[in-house]
């Protein structure tokens, strides 16, 4: 009897691998509809000054919904990852952020941060694409930042060479360049000296969080930050959700942050209205 449990654990944990594999396969599917007939769409959140509250950047972040439903980027970004198909869509992000960015640009010093993946900067024509992303919109390469994280960068693999080399190119055309989601990446701080960078953001997983706050905490956000100025790069800090988080984090000496406090993601026309009744 023990054998035969044995066995259908067996089965049903191959069914289960089975199970999830065709739901990835189905999403990729669909995935590859929806971005032939326009059905995702772009999503802006604020970056905020901590000093003056003043929004100085929109990070578009990808969507994939209708009234009745919606996908979260946490299942489809990885999906897109696996199949390829996150060089289509980063572009696609892309050119509609800069189409959108250039108003808020151009009216409000407003910059624009988009995020991509490794998959895109390992093609040989990355640096083409976002060159003809600016071009063909009329921002200029100073109002847009990337956002790569860092177990990308890292692990870069045999394309590393080719990983740098784009950025390194973009960056001397005035492109800036960000470290996402840092410090969750397991990664020596070696990669610090090496890599073109103008940014860190730090992860959300390093906010103060709850009613007792852990000086271990302030201890680590702090270190973060003086690295960072001693290396003369910028901060942004994710996941603020509170005024206290703001107000603290500010005093850690953090110079921007991002979190639903200020704005959670919100369409093209809310950012537009927001900047102009600011
Ligand atoms: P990310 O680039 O680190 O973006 C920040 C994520 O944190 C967003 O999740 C945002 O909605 C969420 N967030 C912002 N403020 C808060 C807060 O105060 N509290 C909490 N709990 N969360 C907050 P989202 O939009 O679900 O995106 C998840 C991830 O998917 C992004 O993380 C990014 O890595 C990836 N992603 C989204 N759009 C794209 C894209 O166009 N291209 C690529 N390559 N990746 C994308
Ligand atoms: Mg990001
Ligand atoms: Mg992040
Ligand atoms: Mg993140």
């Known amino acids: 009897a023990a054998k035969a449990a044995g066995r259908d654990q067996v089965v049903s944990y191959d069914t289960q691998l089975r199970t999830r594999h065709l739901a990835q396969a189905r999403m990729v599917d669909r995935l590859r509809d929806?971005?032939?007939?326009?059905?995702?769409?772009?999503f802006y959140q604020p970056v905020v000054d901590l000093a003056s509250d003043r929004w100085v950047t929109v990070e578009a972040l990808a969507r994939w919904e209708t009234?009745?439903?919606s996908v979260s980027p946490d299942q489809f970004i990885p999906a897109a990852e696996d199949s390829g198909l996150i060089v289509s869509l980063g572009t696609f992000v892309l050119r509609q952020a800069c189409r959108d960015a250039v108003v808020w640009h151009r009216e409000h010093g407003t910059r624009l941060a988009v995020n991509v993946s490794v998959h895109q900067l390992r093609e040989p024509d990355f640096a083409n694409t976002i060159r003809s992303a600016l071009t063909d919109s009329g921002l200029p390469p100073r109002a847009l930042s990337l956002e790569i994280t860092e177990s990308v960068l890292v692990g870069a693999g045999t394309q590393r060479a080719q990983v740098i080399a784009h950025?390194?190119?973009?960056?001397?055309?005035g492109v800036l360049v960000a470290i996402d989601d840092f410090g969750t990446g397991f990664s020596s701080l070696a990669y610090l000296q090496t890599l073109p960078i103008d940014t860190i953001k730090i992860d959300r997983a390093f906010v103060p969080y709850g009613e007792a706050y852990d000086r271990r905490q302030f201890a680590l956000v702090r270190a973060i930050v003086q690295l960072a100025r001693g290396l003369r790069l910028g901060t942004v800090v994710e996941g603020v959700e509170t005024p206290q988080q703001a107000r603290i984090l500010r005093l850690l000496g953090c110079d921007l942050g991002q979190g639903y406090y200020y704005s959670k993601p919100v369409p093209a026309a809310e950012i537009s209205a927001s900047l102009e009744f600011a």
């Open 67 to 69: 009234e009745e439903w």
């Open 34 to 42: 929806a971005l032939e007939h326009d059905q995702l769409s772009v």
């Open 167 to 173: 950025l390194t190119e973009l960056r001397e055309a």
